[in-house]
């Protein structure tokens, strides 16, 4: 196994992207947060961070015991391959999500600098009798206390918990899959199996295309909604974006059941639809006796991105997408389809034609298309894949053919299917 601690975190993940999502995050959920290294040292330029915070670290005492608590809550996390929620030295709650990758553990997105509703405590009391010991003024403390440090529900604190962790240690996996397509490639030149290890590297790189505009226009929306309305959507959409995500994580030449896919690809839709409101209607129709067909994961997805980016969003007034499956002997057809803007039949030529291809607007393309059907294609024989069907102004139709057998219900984890 490849050792990734010899890398700093900064190597892996440009620094300006970490900033960004942190700002987003805190905007998001309005929490101070920061992320730093393996040794506790700042990645980041803190975000959101109260002046209480920063009035405790102005004491040399009170500076050693917020470091010690942050590396401890780091730690804590990663022993138990989680995020936590956990009171710091002077009282206040806070989080930490460890970001880990194969198993190597590379630093922590700590967050919160709040107080909980829940807690049956004296809050500005058990602060004062905690610090009382540091060279601070307590009395401009306690003032400082009283003005910012907002109390705030526990099941909001876990849900902004589970999301770091989840976006962070997806977002430093992308820059593995970085590091390691690059290594990769210098490997390859000196070998016989050099177009085996290349198809191997590209059903492996779709993983990483979920987009980063994508992430940070939902942490925006997740922003937006928190400010016009109560929490209950704004928690719906936070789930909705982690079940998301955790699907996407998993490994690209694994299997889901259609029922999963479909599953996460209403998670997608839930996120797109706050985003574009009724401009995006969605119709799913597939049969429960076809639920347990099984499909490589991810095969959904960027067929209904590639829907809503290139079909229904150029249009004014958007359109409709319609996701549905039908038995035909030994074959399942499942079919996106959608009222969008429509593609030319040179141009679907060219997607199944062009062997590199650039992505535009950076959303999935060409690409992404290809992919799943050579996955499809890799898994089941050639004569399974993707057809599409278009023309300008009429939208399009991207039909999936899949093998078929009563018999292929998925036990506990859904595999490949010998009997198909």
Do not use: W
Not at 19 to 29: R, W, Y
Not at 332 to 346: F, I, L, Q, R, Y
């Amino acid at each position: 196994m490849q050792k990734y601690n010899s890398f700093a975190l900064g190597e892996i993940v440009n620094t300006r992207i970490l900033q960004e999502i942190q700002d987003k995050f805190c905007e998001a959920t309005g929490l101070a947060a920061v992320i730093v290294d393996i040794d506790g040292k700042p990645v980041t330029t803190p975000s959101n961070f109260r002046r209480f915070c920063n009035y405790i670290r102005s004491s040399p005492k009170g500076l050693d015991r917020c470091m010690a608590c942050d590396d401890r809550g780091g730690r804590r996390a990663t022993e138990n391959h989680k995020a936590v929620v956990y009171h710091c030295h002077s009282g206040l709650t806070d989080l930490a999500a460890p970001i880990i990758v194969h198993n190597e553990y590379l630093g922590a997105f700590l967050a919160g600098q709040v107080i909980l509703t829940e807690d049956d405590y004296d809050a500005k009391a058990e602060m004062r009798r905690r610090v009382a010991d540091l060279d601070l003024d307590i009395e401009v403390l306690t003032e400082i206390f009283e003005a910012e440090i907002q109390t705030v529900p526990e099941n909001r604190v876990r849900a902004a918990a589970d999301l770091a962790y989840i976006m962070s240690n997806y977002i430093v996996e992308i820059g593995i899959a970085n590091i390691s397509h690059k290594q990769l490639m210098a490997e390859m030149k000196a070998k016989s199996d050099l177009e085996n290890m290349l198809r191997a590297t590209e059903l492996k790189a779709l993983q990483s295309q979920v987009n980063p505009h994508f992430l940070f226009n939902t942490l925006n929306t997740i922003a937006r909604l928190a400010m016009l309305e109560g929490a209950d959507r704004t928690q719906e959409v936070v789930y909705a974006l982690a079940d998301l995500l955790r699907n996407n994580l998993r490994n690209i030449d694994q299997f889901s059941s259609l029922a999963e896919e479909i599953r996460s690809i209403q998670d997608y839709l839930l996120i797109q639809q706050v985003r574009f409101g009724d401009r995006i209607r969605v119709r799913i129709d597939v049969p429960a006796d076809l639920e347990h067909i099984p499909i490589p994961v991810m095969t959904l997805q960027p067929l209904v991105e590639n829907a809503i980016i290139h079909g229904l969003e150029p249009k004014k007034n958007g359109g409709e997408i319609r996701i549905t499956a039908v038995a035909q002997s030994d074959k399942v057809e499942v079919t996106v389809a959608d009222t969008g803007v429509g593609v030319s039949p040179e141009r679907i030529r060219e997607i199944f034609q062009e062997e590199k291809r650039a992505v535009s607007k950076g959303q999935t393309t060409g690409l992404g298309i290809v992919n799943v059907h050579k996955r499809i294609q890799h898994q089941f024989g050639k004569e399974y894949g993707l057809r599409i069907d278009g023309q300008r102004g009429r939208g399009t139709t991207v039909c999936i053919n899949l093998p078929y057998a009563e018999d292929c219900r998925p036990k506990k984890e859904v595999r490949p299917c010998t009997n198909c």
